[in-house]
């Protein structure tokens, strides 16, 4: 294990480390204007979610590492206290990202990476109307985290009308992930792509108890060829099959096992497809 005190590397090394190592980061696209009404549009990953009662928002236009000087984000919300946060999918990543460019103050990034502006309803800076979600806010509060290079300054904001693109959305009205087709940043020039490849899916523990790591037996619990992730959804089942559960399923599905370690390789293999109890059936034969 590598052990740093972050006093003891220069800033942008630490900045890599920390980018390279918190991730992925989704992507506000920040759109905001100054006192006359410039518009300015510019990407930042150090940017989520944190409620939603009301809808709460953060994230951070840092000062430069170079120079300490401060993003024209930050700049505009200390004069308008209003953004729109827009989201970013694969469509429009480059255009994004062209965005991020240092462009003069009062240049209107809109313009230069070629992304529409559409006319917000309760504040003044547009929303980008290539995105599949735009949230309107007001900005709650500015909390300086810093005055050196790369300090941070943490733009706390209230979503007041949120917009979301219909073709995102499933047959039940949530979300689709697929649908949404979101990039997040990862460290250096890297990106993540969230795509049908890339998801799956991890049951929350939400309306059970499981029984824990804790209550699996040792030779379960210590086996070399179950992982960490096979123990966890070991771990979430309520309660063990019945002994009369176990000899049904040895006698119907598989037969006897009398290897333990071809009992573990088929558990495991039966995890992979979530089937927990069945895994659950074969680990406890005797």
């Known amino acids: 294990m590598k052990s740093i005190d972050p006093k003891d590397i220069p800033t942008g090394e630490l900045f890599g480390l920390l980018t390279g190592a918190v991730t992925p980061r989704p992507i506000a696209f920040a759109s905001t204007v100054d006192a006359e009404g410039n518009v300015n549009l510019s990407p930042f990953s150090f940017f989520n979610v944190f409620g939603a009662n009301p809808p709460t928002f953060v994230f951070s236009p840092s000062r430069r590492v170079r120079d300490s000087t401060t993003k024209h984000t930050l700049d505009n919300i200390l004069e308008v206290p209003e953004v729109v946060i827009n989201l970013v999918n694969y469509a429009m990543v480059q255009q994004t990202s062209l965005a991020s460019t240092e462009y003069d103050k009062g ?92 998801l799956f899916e991890v049951e929350k523990p939400v309306n059970k108890t499981g029984i824990g790591i804790d209550q699996i037996p040792a030779h379960i619990k210590n086996s070399s060829i179950l992982s960490g992730n096979d123990l966890g959804k070991l771990g979430n089942i309520e309660q063990l099959p019945s002994a009369e559960e176990i000899r049904s399923y040895q006698e119907n599905e598989n037969g006897e096992i009398n290897n333990i370690e071809d009992r573990h390789h088929l558990a495991k293999d039966l995890l992979k497809f979530n089937k927990v109890e069945e895994a659950w059936k074969v680990l406890l034969q005797q």
């Open 107 to 198: 240049v209107n990034e809109f313009i230069k990476a070629g992304f529409t502006p559409v006319a917000s309803d309760l504040v003044k800076p547009p929303r980008v109307a290539e995105s599949p979600v735009a949230f309107e806010c007001k900005v709650k509060q500015v909390i300086p985290c810093g005055n050196g290079g790369g300090s941070g300054n943490l733009i706390v904001c209230e979503g007041i009308r949120l917009h979301f693109k219909e073709e995102i959305f499933d047959a039940t009205g949530q979300i689709d992930p697929i649908k949404m087709d979101a990039v997040a940043r990862l460290g250096k020039n890297w990106y993540a792509h969230i795509n049908e490849q890339s």
